[in-house]
């Protein structure tokens, strides 16, 4: 029985684990409220919102919240 092979980065190590792989990314809240900002869609509010949601850490929850709001 064969296992399939793990994948190996830069120098034949493993890829570190992500540490904050479940985190969304902040500059991507902005972006998504320049577009929003930019063409005046409610939908891309509310599903924006909803993204923010989420978010199970309430630190970061905040964080996106103060992002779009700015």
Do not use: F
Not at 25 to 47: C, F, M, P, S
Request: aromatic residues 4%; hydrophobic residues 30%.
């Amino acid at each position: 029985m064969t296992s399939e092979p793990k994948p190996v980065g830069r120098g034949g190590r493993q890829p570190p684990h992500e540490k904050n792989c479940t985190l969304i990314r902040n500059d991507i809240v902005i972006g998504v409220r320049n577009l929003h900002k930019a063409t005046g869609d409610e939908t891309i509010e509310q599903r924006a919102m909803a993204l923010i949601v989420t978010e199970g850490d309430l630190k970061y929850r905040r964080k996106y919240a103060k992002s779009w709001r700015q």
